[in-house]
């Protein structure tokens, strides 16, 4: 996972059944938390063996950044939500910011 692995995980909440939150201290651009979240579904690709039976999970997973997406807590969980949604609506196993992430443009 390489650079993506130093950061600093604050806190894993399970806010319902099925829906964690992953609170990270450090992330300096979306772009990281977008690599973060693309390396968290690619591991949960990985079968599940349970006895005889493979399991297969999906995740979905919304993003908010702060302060661009919220400047407190109940608001980043509320837009974090939203894209969680936008996620699930568009057929799981993905992320989705609540701004589009521009790449750098080459200089």
Do not use: H, W
Not at 3 to 20: G, M, P, S, V, W
Not at 41 to 66: C, D, H
Request: net charge neutral; aromatic share 6%.
């Amino acid at each position: 996972m390489g650079a993506i692995e130093t950061y600093q995980l604050l806190e894993t909440l399970k806010i319902q059944r099925d829906e964690f939150v992953v609170v990270l201290n450090d992330i300096i651009s979306p772009l990281d938390a977008g690599k973060l979240a693309q390396k968290l579904l690619q591991n949960a690709r990985e079968p599940i063996v349970v006895g005889k039976n493979n399991l297969a999970i999906t995740l979905s997973i919304g993003i908010a950044l702060y302060p661009g997406d919220g400047d407190n807590a109940p608001l980043l969980l509320k837009r974090a939500d939203e894209v969680l949604y936008m996620s699930k609506n568009k057929g799981r196993d993905c992320y989705q910011f609540i701004t589009p992430v521009k790449e750098k443009q080459p200089a």
